[in-house]
């Protein structure tokens, strides 16, 4: 069973900036597919940030110019940097690492209010 685990949410004004990780416990992590998801109260979880095997990146419109996406294949770990936060950022971020089978993380606060 792979393990998934974010950390690295909490709350910040607008403006701010914060870095999640995500880390993982397979040793095949260089090989999956990464996506970072958010799901704000009543709302369904969307797709933000994602990052293939090669390192091809995608965003959605919303983040796109102030959020980065990126891994770290020797610590099995990827990352959502996000600048400029907004307070319509505020969610819980989720990890999602697939292969032909996908895992998530338990997700990430992420709150942003003056």
């Known amino acids: 069973q792979v393990q998934v685990v974010e950390s690295g949410g909490g709350l910040v004004q607008p403006g701010g900036s914060l870095r999640l990780s995500c880390a993982a416990s397979?040793?095949?992590?260089?090989?999956?597919?990464v996506g970072w998801y958010r799901q704000a109260p009543g709302k369904q979880r969307d797709l933000v940030a994602s990052?293939?095997?090669?390192?091809?990146?995608n965003y959605s419109d919303s983040v796109k110019g102030r959020f980065t996406i990126s891994r770290d294949n020797a610590k099995k770990t990827a990352y959502l940097q996000m600048n400029s936060l907004k307070p319509e950022d505020t969610a819980v971020y989720y990890c999602?690492?697939?292969?032909?089978?996908?895992?998530w993380g338990q997700g990430t606060q992420v709150s942003v209010s003056s």
């Open positions: 990052i293939d095997r090669g390192g091809v990146t």
């Open positions: 999602n690492v697939r292969w032909t089978t996908e895992y």
């Open positions: 397979a040793s095949s992590f260089r090989f999956a597919f």
